[in-house]
């Protein structure tokens, strides 16, 4: 998994924020516009007249994991934690993204545990990494492994463990229509990736509090 991690996200992009090259806010309303008559509704009627503008500042917010560096918010740990070794899990982070392929939501959940080597971050740090890369363009799988890797990078733990479950609106709401259906991924590192003991006890941490 350690290769597919790389493949999916070389250290330049992870470690820092995308290159991107905005359109103007003009360029990205008239995009909108060409899109809802390319619906078949009437861009002049008066519900759709502020819709590109309400488009283009929704996307902003919906997409501002392209400004944000993941590898930054891990940047400050804790080192005072009493000798304190074993797992930490942050499990049951909300989350919302987009499909690439065709830009509708993926609504789910992240879990993520490491294995600490000295140093803890703080937890608020962990929810956020997830929420930068869910505020991209995604596949559930590339962004199950992204977490994990920025993390073992930046924080260099003896391992750790990332588990992702979401329903995609892609299929939901188009294609095969299927409600309700979720999609469950994971990616392990280090002593995880080692020791199916320790994936056991993750997962069954993770499952043992969802169904609490």
């Keep these: ?3 597919v991690i790389k493949k999916i996200m070389p250290r330049s992009e992870y470690m ?3 290159v991107t090259h905005r359109p103007s806010q003009a360029e990205a309303e008239a995009a909108v516009l060409t899109l809802l008559r ?3 509704d009437d861009p002049d009627r008066e519900g759709l007249k502020d ?3 309400r488009v283009a500042k929704a996307f902003l917010e919906m997409f501002n994991g392209y400004d944000m560096c993941p590898a930054e918010e891990l940047g400050r740990t804790f080192e005072e934690v009493a000798g304190y070794d074993d797992m930490v899990i942050v499990k049951d982070i909300h989350f ?3 499909c690439e392929h065709h830009m509708v939501p993926i609504i789910g959940r992240a ?3 490491y294995l600490p080597d000295r140093k803890v971050v703080g937890l608020s740090k962990i929810a956020r990494v997830v929420d930068i890369f869910a505020h991209r363009l995604q596949t559930q799988e590339a962004m199950t492994a992204q977490i994990a890797a920025v993390i ?3 924080l260099n733990p003896r391992g750790v463990a990332v588990m992702i479950d979401a329903e995609h609106m892609c299929m939901a709401m188009r294609g095969i229509r299927k409600q309700g259906s979720t999609t469950l991924t994971s990616t392990f590192t280090g002593a995880f990736k080692d020791s199916p003991e320790e994936q056991v006890r993750f997962i069954t941490m993770v499952r043992n509090g ?3």
Excluded: I, N, R
């Design 96 to 98: 919302h993204s987009h």
């Design 16 to 18: 820092e924020k995308p």
């Design 152 to 154: 073992q990078e930046v």
């Design 51 to 53: 819709t590109p503008k």
């Design 111 to 113: 879990h993520v545990g």
């Design 210 to 212: 969802l169904s609490a």
């Design 1 to 3: 998994m350690d290769a």
């Design 38 to 40: 390319w619906t078949g």
